[in-house]
């Protein structure tokens, strides 16, 4: 079945260096990749997202990076903030079946002042 | 605008009660689903459902139930709570189009004894 796997599973940072996230799928038929920023004791929300068509997005401080030849994608925060401190989930949806979104297994962010 | 509304927020059940989950959104969304969080593993999908009378499994799904007979509404069952099953359970929602936001309710924090 469809799986996604997420690296490092905790990351620690001063604060002003950058932050990268990496993320492989299995299932060649994926299409479109989010990325989730989850807060303590909050919901996952949607922080940026990319489609296969597109090799790289950027929002400000943060970009999604995507090979699709090698199945995997990246989040990229520049100029990290205490504030980014959270739990990021990347998500893959596949065009099989009814395009259900598989999650990884996340990344804790740690921004040190 | 509601979004995603998840009731109830905190719950403790006994090993072998039953109990219903409650999910509903006000966007008209086609796509409903639920996940369980649980620490070190991501939001594992539990099952997913495309539209009215329309559901399937996901990568966990012995213990649950679910059916989906308005496109509002998508409660979660338990039908025999099982230490297992302890965990915090997210709803959330999207338009069927594969290349679109999922959004997420605030989250049942369940806990089985």
Redesign the interface.
Known sequence: ?ENVE?HP?TLSVQEGDSAVIKCTYSDSAS??F?WYKQELG?????II?I?SNVGEKKDQRIAVTLNKTAKHFSLHITETQPEDSAVY?C?A?S?R??????????TRLAVHP | NAGVTQTPKFQVLKTGQSMTLQCAQDMNHE?M?W?RQDP??????IH?S?GAGIT?Q??VPNGYNVSRSTTEDFPLRLLSAAPSQTSVY?C?S?Y?D??T??F????TRLTVV
Not at chain 1, 97 to 106: R, V
């Open positions: 079945g997420q599973s299409n479109y989010p909050k919901r996952p929300q949607l997202d489609r989930f998500a949806r065009e079946g009814y395009n259900k979104l598989i999650f990884g297994a996340g | 796509y689903s996940y070190g593993m991501g939001l594992r999908l997913y495309v399937d996901g990568e997210f959330a999207s069927r594969k290349n936001e999922a997420f309710g605030q989250g």
